[in-house]
């Protein structure tokens, strides 16, 4: 069964299972996925199926919905995608998780088993099993940050390892911005296996990668100077 899991900041606080037509996120008490956070609207959002596909829509919350970074009305959930309402994230898992695991166990008891097979079924068998190097890199991911290139920050550089960063005023953004007309969350960095992307989340506005104005999310690059409200940031990639 599909599931959401529920975490304020690095902190797991539950499971919830999408066992119902439609699932609501908000916080007043009576939602199915209640959050107690004052950014988060009493109706925020709903998750929802049709066919074999899951859906999150926005219900017209003050502060928004955003999948993986990207600000939406409504979209489409695929495994491991990140939810972010309020200062809270919730992780989609697809119903489809454990027929996988279950058919990669199989296949781990099958080269366990002590028997006597014929040779081209264990050939078979063999060739299924991820060879140690491959799985190292699939296991590695690209480790990245930013450098302070211009303006003033509390720090001269800035490591990018939580999952989801941001950088704006609010006391919980990554890369603090100061000023009275600062955005409170002006930006938002997302971390993947692959690499990161960056969103604006004023729709461009204030927010340039290499002088230019970002619309919706930008994959950086290593060198990629970032531009928002006079703090200029060079992004650069290390080995992990």
């Not at 972010?84 to 366990?112: C, N, R």
């Not at 999310?217 to 409200?229: F, H, I, M, P, R």
């Amino acid at each position: 069964m599909a599931k959401i899991l529920l975490k304020f900041k690095e902190a797991a606080l539950k499971e919830i299972p999408l066992d119902k037509e439609t699932i609501t996120i908000g916080r007043k008490a009576t939602n199915d996925i209640h959050v107690d956070n004052l950014a988060v609207s009493g109706a925020h959002a709903r998750i929802f199926k049709k066919g074999e596909q899951f859906y999150i829509e926005d219900l017209s919350s003050l502060n928004g919905t955003f999948v993986n970074g990207k600000k939406v009305s409504v979209g489409t959930l695929n495994d491991a995608d990140v939810i972010i309402i309020g200062k809270h994230t919730l992780t989609f898992v697809s119903e489809a998780q454990p027929k996988k695991q279950a058919e990669q166990s199989k296949d781990k008891d099958l080269m366990d088993e002590t028997i006597m097979i014929d040779p081209k079924l264990k050939d078979a068998i063999l060739s299924k099993a991820p060879k140690a190097d491959a799985v190292k890199v699939e296991q590695k991911e690209i480790l990245g940050g930013f450098v302070v290139i211009e303006g003033s920050t509390e720090k001269r550089e800035y490591e990018l390892t939580d999952r989801i960063s941001t950088i704006g005023k609010d006391p919980n953004s990554l890369i603090k911005l100061k000023g009275f007309f600062a955005p409170k969350v002006a930006a938002l960095i997302n971390r993947k296996k692959d690499g990161y992307t960056i969103s604006s989340l004023a729709g461009g506005k204030g927010v340039r990668v290499n002088g230019n104005e970002i619309e919706n999310q930008y994959k950086l690059n290593e060198g990629d100077v970032v531009d928002v409200s006079g703090i200029k940031l060079q992004f650069y990639v290390k080995e992990n």
